[in-house]
Nanobody, 123 residues
Framework: QVQLVESGGGSVQAGGSLRLSCRAKGTIYYDACVGWFRQVPGKEREGVAAIDYDETPGYASSVRDRFSIFKDNAKDTVYLQMNSLKPEDTATYSC??????????????????WGQGTQVTVS
């Protein structure tokens, strides 16, 4: 069973930055596709960024020039660096993982494991 724990959410003013962390309980990220998703009540969940086992990244067009995803396999952690935050980035952010990697756009991985989510509020 894969467990994912997010941290790093909070409140920030527009233009500010936050870094989200997704730590896996178990050494999996060397061979996994990991993604960040966000959801606002009443709206569909949106894929934000993802990173494949070989560190190939994928980004939603709305965040491509502002967010960066990277991982530290030694720490079993994937990070989402969010810069130039906008009020429309306000959402609950969740990380997800799929073992075995993908090989294409990592946002299209069949994510099977999900964290509980962390709130990001931009005002």
């Amino acid at each position: 069973q894969v467990q994912l724990v997010e941290s790093g959410g909070g409140s920030v003013q527009a233009g500010g930055s936050l870094r989200l962390s997704c730590r896996a309980k178990g050494t999996i990220y060397y061979d996994a596709c990991v993604g960040w998703f966000r959801q606002v009540p009443g709206k569909e969940r949106e894929g934000v960024a993802a990173i494949d086992y070989d560190e190939t990244p994928g980004y939603a067009s709305s965040v491509r020039d502002r967010f960066s995803i990277f991982k530290d396999n030694a720490k079993d952690t994937v990070y989402l660096q969010m810069n130039s935050l906008k009020p429309e980035d306000t959402a609950t952010y969740s990380c997800a993982a799929e073992l075995g990697g993908y090989g294409g756009n990592p946002l299209n991985c069949a994510f099977a494991y999900w964290g509980q989510g962390t709130q990001v509020t931009v005002s």
